[in-house]
């Protein structure tokens, strides 16, 4: 057994258990949405899975205007372009169970005074990102507001809205298709 499907078995045994009938957030602030159907109104709600990594909610799939959304096939091509960074902007605690390997690490509550790792530089208080690399944003998934907030957060203080890539699916999706990850990352 590989050493990620044992971190994922671990994580999950030493998770507190969640109730199956937890009702959770679609959006922020929205906990049903009704639809018309044939057979009359249908309410989708939303419940709590063992995959779930988190209670969040769904997170729109382009973060910023101009932001690009990518996928798995964008993020192992991203990994190998050394013009691009793939950054991890979960805390500490989650990037240490498991990681895209030779992503970075720069948390989402740092990332809007950390700008100077994606190429802007900083002068008179201000962010000059006119040489500012692409990065592809990620955290742990399509209900994860981590990475949505602080590419919001890049974006506010000058960072470019066409260089932000941003993997919606994050580690859920990454670990949900089997993809190598690594432990013990800082």
Same mark, same amino acid.
């Given at each position: 057994?590989? $050493? /990620?499907?044992?971190a994922a078995l671990a994580a999950l045994i030493v998770t507190?258990? $969640? /109730?199956?009938?937890?009702?959770?957030?679609?959006?922020k602030d929205e906990m049903a949405v009704t639809v018309e159907t044939e057979d009359g109104p249908v309410e989708i709600t939303r419940r709590m899975t063992d995959c779930a990594l988190n209670k969040g909610w769904l997170q729109p799939l382009v973060p910023v205007e101009g932001a690009h959304p990518v996928g798995e096939i964008e993020v192992l091509e991203a990994l190998k372009d050394?013009?691009?960074?793939?950054?991890?902007?979960?805390t500490i605690d989650w990037r240490i169970k498991g990681t895209?390997?030779?992503s970075v690490h720069i948390p989402y509550t740092e990332v809007a005074s950390r700008l100077d790792e994606l190429?802007?530089?900083?002068?008179?208080?201000?962010?000059?990102?006119?040489?500012?690399?692409?990065?592809v944003g990620f955290c742990n998934g399509p209900v994860c507001p981590q990475s949505?907030?602080?590419m919001k957060a890049a974006h506010r203080e000058g960072f470019p809205a066409d260089k932000i890539y941003y993997y919606r699916g994050g580690m859920?999706?990454?670990?949900?298709l089997g993809l190598t990850t690594v432990e013990g990352m800082f």
């Open positions: 057994m590989r $050493l /990620a499907s044992l507190p258990a $969640l /109730a199956a009938d937890e009702a959770l957030q679609i959006r050394p013009d691009t960074k793939v950054v991890d902007m979960r895209i390997p030779g190429g802007c530089t900083r002068s008179e208080g201000k962010w000059d990102c006119a040489n500012a690399q692409k990065f949505p907030m602080a859920l999706d990454w670990q949900a």
